[in-house]
C-alpha cells in the first residue's frame, strides 16, 4: 500500500509569495494533520483535519490556512511568505481523528529567500 | 513552559549495547504516547507507541510508561550503527489528533 506522499518534494519561493502544499493520505486514513520542522526541533502542530472539518489549530498566525477535501487529501496555504518558514512541512494521516498512531509522508522542503 | 522534555544528546553507545532514550511531559491529560525515528533530511517514521502504563516490548524496542511520574522511555537493545538517528518523543490527547514532540535525542551507535 502507498504511504502518504506530498508534493512538491522542494520548493524555493521569495518572501511575500504564497504557497500551496499538497498531501494524499494513506488509502482508508480520514485525518490529516500538518507540522513544520525547524532544523534541530521537533515537528510543530499547525492543523489537523477530519471529515473536511479543521479540528485542531496550533499556534501559528492567519497567514497558515488549510482544507481537506472529500478524498481526504489535504493542502496547507501560506500567505505573506517570511524568511523565518523556511522549514520541512510535514503532512501525517491517520486512520481517525483522536490519539491514533500518525504516519508522516517525505515532506516538502520550503525555502524562502 | 514546554510539552514534551529531551536530553537533544548525543547519546553515543558502542555496538551491541542497550540504548536508553527518556522523555518527559508536562500534561497529566496526556493519553498517548508515541517514539519516531528520524534519519537526517527524512521524516519521522513511527517506532512504537504505548498506551497504558507499564513496558511494551516489539523486537529489540521496549517502551516504558509511568504517567504518575510523566515519564516516557525507550529502550534499545543490541544497537546497530543503523540505529543512529534522532528519536523523538511525541504525546497526544485522545480527544484530537494533535502531537507535541519532544525536540528529539540524537543517538549515535559506535561500531
Same mark, same amino acid.
Given at each position: 500500500d502507498a504511504g502518504v506522499t506530498q508534493s512538491p518534494t522542494h520548493l524555493i519561493k521569495t518572501r511575500g509569495q504564497h504557497v500551496t502544499l499538497r498531501c494524499s493520505p494513506i488509502s482508508g486514513h480520514k485525518s490529516v494533520s500538518w507540522y513544520q520542522q525547524v532544523l534541530g526541533q521537533g515537528p510543530q502542530f499547525i492543523f489537523q483535519y477530519y471529515e473536511k472539518e479543521e479540528r485542531g489549530r496550533g499556534?501559528?498566525?492567519? !497567514?497558515f490556512s488549510a482544507r481537506q477535501f472529500p478524498n481526504y487529501s489535504s493542502e496547507l496555504n501560506v500567505n505573506a511568505?517570511?524568511?523565518?518558514?523556511?522549514a520541512l512541512y510535514l503532512c501525517a494521516s491517520s486512520l481517525d481523528a483522536g490519539g491514533y498512531e500518525q504516519y508522516f509522508g517525505p515532506g516538502t522542503r520550503l525555502t524562502v529567500t | 513552559q514546554k510539552e514534551v522534555e529531551q536530553n537533544s544528546g548525543p547519546l553515543s553507545v558502542p555496538e551491541g549495547a542497550i540504548a536508553s532514550l527518556n522523555c518527559t511531559y508536562?500534561? !497529566?491529560?496526556?493519553?498517548s504516547f508515541f517514539w519516531y525515528r528520524q534519519y537526517s533530511g527524512k521524516s519521522p517514521e513511527l517506532i512504537m507507541f504505548i498506551y497504558s502504563n507499564g513496558d511494551k516490548e516489539d523486537g529489540r524496542f521496549t517502551a516504558q510508561l509511568n504517567k504518575a511520574s510523566q515519564y516516557v522511555s525507550l529502550l534499545i537493545r543490541d544497537?546497530?550503527?543503523?540505529?543512529s538517528a534522532t528519536y523523538l518523543c511525541a504525546v497526544s490527547y485522545n480527544n484530537f489528533n494533535k502531537f507535541y514532540f519532544g525536540s528529539g535525542t540524537k543517538l549515535n551507535v559506535k561500531p
Amino acid at each position: 500500500d502507498a504511504g502518504v506522499t506530498q508534493s512538491p518534494t522542494h520548493l524555493i519561493k521569495t518572501r511575500g509569495q504564497h504557497v500551496t502544499l499538497r498531501c494524499s493520505p494513506i488509502s482508508g486514513h480520514k485525518s490529516v494533520s500538518w507540522y513544520q520542522q525547524v532544523l534541530g526541533q521537533g515537528p510543530q502542530f499547525i492543523f489537523q483535519y477530519y471529515e473536511k472539518e479543521e479540528r485542531g489549530r496550533g499556534n501559528f498566525p492567519d !497567514r497558515f490556512s488549510a482544507r481537506q477535501f472529500p478524498n481526504y487529501s489535504s493542502e496547507l496555504n501560506v500567505n505573506a511568505l517570511l524568511l523565518g518558514d523556511s522549514a520541512l512541512y510535514l503532512c501525517a494521516s491517520s486512520l481517525d481523528a483522536g490519539g491514533y498512531e500518525q504516519y508522516f509522508g517525505p515532506g516538502t522542503r520550503l525555502t524562502v529567500t | 513552559q514546554k510539552e514534551v522534555e529531551q536530553n537533544s544528546g548525543p547519546l553515543s553507545v558502542p555496538e551491541g549495547a542497550i540504548a536508553s532514550l527518556n522523555c518527559t511531559y508536562s500534561d !497529566r491529560g496526556s493519553q498517548s504516547f508515541f517514539w519516531y525515528r528520524q534519519y537526517s533530511g527524512k521524516s519521522p517514521e513511527l517506532i512504537m507507541f504505548i498506551y497504558s502504563n507499564g513496558d511494551k516490548e516489539d523486537g529489540r524496542f521496549t517502551a516504558q510508561l509511568n504517567k504518575a511520574s510523566q515519564y516516557v522511555s525507550l529502550l534499545i537493545r543490541d544497537s546497530q550503527p543503523s540505529d543512529s538517528a534522532t528519536y523523538l518523543c511525541a504525546v497526544s490527547y485522545n480527544n484530537f489528533n494533535k502531537f507535541y514532540f519532544g525536540s528529539g535525542t540524537k543517538l549515535n551507535v559506535k561500531p
